[in-house]
């Protein structure tokens, strides 16, 4: 079965960068793209970028561009996303979703990470 | 970027209750509108996407309707497992945009 599971929680100081890790199990990891969604404490989803798990190719929001780097590494079938020059109001649940069709840059997320929850504080 | 606004913000309902919910995109979205239900400390679960296609496994009581910028998520009757907060999303163009989200309590 299809299984994506994200790296434990954080806490990082104002300032800081967070790495966090998204494994899948279960699909061939290159013929899916992933996304990452993040959730501000009680808000609604937010959209932060995807990329490819076939060659890496990223596609980030426009407000994320300059502090985000999504990565993939195929041979442990495994999704990145880190997050530099973190501020408070970067606290956070961060979720890596899959493309619900393979081969295409289709936009609905049919599987989930469990969620990583980042706390940025001083 | 599209604006995707969903009404109402939240709402009471009983069991048994038929409850629609609607999202309306700031332009046309040719139908790239998927919902997704997301219950406390979860994450969301896709129910419908392209508009109206079921995903395998979710209850037919969830049903989706719309086109052009207007959209519509009815669950025909409101079970105990249903109350959560659920979103429209639009996979037209990039950025991806999510509604802000409609919360289903009980009455």
């Known amino acids: 079965q299809v299984q994506l599971v994200q790296s434990g929680a954080e806490v990082k100081k104002p300032g800081a960068s967070v790495k966090v890790s998204c494994k899948t199990s279960?699909?061939?990891?290159?013929?899916?793209?992933i996304t990452w969604v993040r959730q501000v404490p009680g808000q609604g989803l937010e959209w932060m970028g995807w990329i490819s798990g076939h060659n890496g190719i990223t596609n980030i929001a426009q407000k994320f561009q300059g502090r985000v780097t999504m990565t993939t590494d195929t041979s442990t079938s495994t999704a990145y996303m880190e997050l530099r020059s973190l501020r408070s109001d970067n606290t956070a649940v961060y979720y890596c979703?899959?493309?619900?069709?393979?081969?295409?840059?289709?936009?609905?997320?049919?599987?989930w990470g469990q969620g990583t929850l980042v706390t940025v504080s001083s | 970027d599209i604006q995707m606004t969903q009404s109402p913000s939240s709402l009471s309902a009983s069991v048994g209750d038929r409850v629609t919910i609607t999202c309306r995109a700031s332009q046309g979205i040719s139908n790239s509108l998927a919902w997704y239900q997301q219950k406390p400390g979860k994450a969301p679960k896709l129910l419908l996407s392209a508009a109206s296609r079921l995903e395998t496994g979710v209850p037919s009581r969830f049903s989706g309707s719309g086109s052009g910028t207007d959209y519509t998520l009815t669950i025909s009757s409101l079970q105990p497992e249903d109350f959560a907060t659920y979103y429209c999303q639009q996979s037209y163009s990039t950025p991806r945009t999510f509604g802000q989200g409609t919360k289903v309590e009980i009455k």
């Open positions: 279960g699909y061939t990891f290159t013929r899916y793209g």
């Open positions: 979703a899959r493309d619900s069709r393979s081969g295409t840059y289709y936009g609905v997320f049919d599987y």
